[in-house]
């Protein structure tokens, strides 16, 4: 709903499908996200 994440369900043949998820924000944005996860959770 609010663009953050996207999914896209890809067709690998007799192998089935298969849904590949990724994030759609810029590098220094995730990067921020991540230290401040990794502080409010205390994991470093």
Not at 6 to 25: E, P, Q
Not at 32 to 39: D, G, P
């Amino acid at each position: 709903m609010l663009g953050v994440i996207n999914a896209k369900i890809i067709s690998k043949g007799r192998y089935g499908r298969t849904r590949d998820v990724s994030l759609s924000l810029d590098e220094t944005l995730i990067l921020k996200l991540k230290t401040v996860l990794e502080k409010s959770l205390q994991l470093s």
